[in-house]
């Protein structure tokens, strides 16, 4: 079974850029050794297959439909970035039940079952250390027998697609700071710039690229030596790496 272009893109990244073992990749991946060893050098590609395999890209069954309509109905009850995305989905289906379609069949039927039309979207290249994504997430979860909604600090570098988050239980500047140092010592690095969107934790006046970041955060970031940016209003896909991570 062929596997997703990003774990392919992640496999070659790990072997051309790093010194980390094949064992190390499958660890960090999530997927077997011997997947590894088969792209790692790039002999083999995930989009080409065998001729006379007779194994078809679009296997939508009555099964794989009848589960991807209960993921869709059990998101209803749960908060909205805790819903299945496409990806997630395409995954579970892999896992749970050896599904060996394409994860773009599997993105098609979601959006026709969920009546929207396909993203459209243009993925952006950056140099290593160019950039890192910031952004909060959320998450209901029963913490000592009680439910409670707790605070997700999200990181993702831009060019590794390697990733931190930690959890706080509130979104304030103390925890935006705390979360920026933590996700820096776990990178073992500081990149050029910082990415984030527009909240007031970060901004202390003006908006998008015309923002002024509050005095603490301008003091971190000349601390650290990155350059804080700002994206522009409903515009999440000015940070849509760690959009994805959220």
């Known amino acids: 079974m062929a596997i997703a272009m990003e ?3 992640k496999i070659r990244y790990y072997q051309a850029h790093t010194e980390y073992s094949q064992r190390k990749v499958a660890e960090l991946l999530g997927i077997s050794r011997n997947t590894v060893k088969k792209y790692w050098k790039g002999q083999a590609v995930p ?5 006379g395999s007779g194994r078809r890209n679009d296997i939508i069954t009555a099964d794989v439909k009848a589960f991807i309509a209960a993921c869709i109905e059990a998101d209803r009850n749960v908060p909205r970035k805790q819903r299945h995305t496409a990806h997630r989905i395409y995954e579970r289906l892999v896992r749970e039940f050896g599904f060996e379609g394409c994860e773009a069949s599997v993105r098609r039927t979601v959006a026709e079952m969920r009546g929207t039309p396909h993203d459209v979207f243009v993925p952006l290249a950056y140099e290593a250390a160019e950039a890192l994504q910031i952004d909060w997430g959320e998450v209901t979860v029963v913490l000592s ?6 605070q997700l600090w999200c ?8 990733c931190f988050v930690t959890a706080f239980y509130r979104q304030n500047e103390e925890s935006f700071l705390e979360g920026i140092v933590k ?3 776990y990178f073992g690095g500081v990149p050029q710039k910082m990415i984030f969107d527009n909240a007031r934790v970060a901004v202390k006046e003006g908006f998008g690229h015309h923002a002024k970041a509050t005095d603490k955060y301008l003091a971190l ?3 650290y030596a990155f350059r804080p940016v700002f ?3 409903a515009q999440g896909h000015e940070k849509g790496l760690v959009e994805g991570l959220v």
């Not at 989009?47 to 001729?51: G, I, L, T």
């Not at 990181?155 to 390697?162: A, L, P, Q, T, V």
């Open 7 to 9: 774990i392919y893109e």
């Open 221 to 223: 970031s000349a601390h």
């Open 47 to 51: 989009w080409e297959r065998k001729p």
């Open 231 to 233: 994206c522009n209003p």
């Open 183 to 185: 996700g820096l010592e």
């Open 145 to 150: 027998g009680i439910k409670q909604t707790i």
């Open 155 to 162: 990181m993702r570098e831009c060019s590794s697609g390697d």
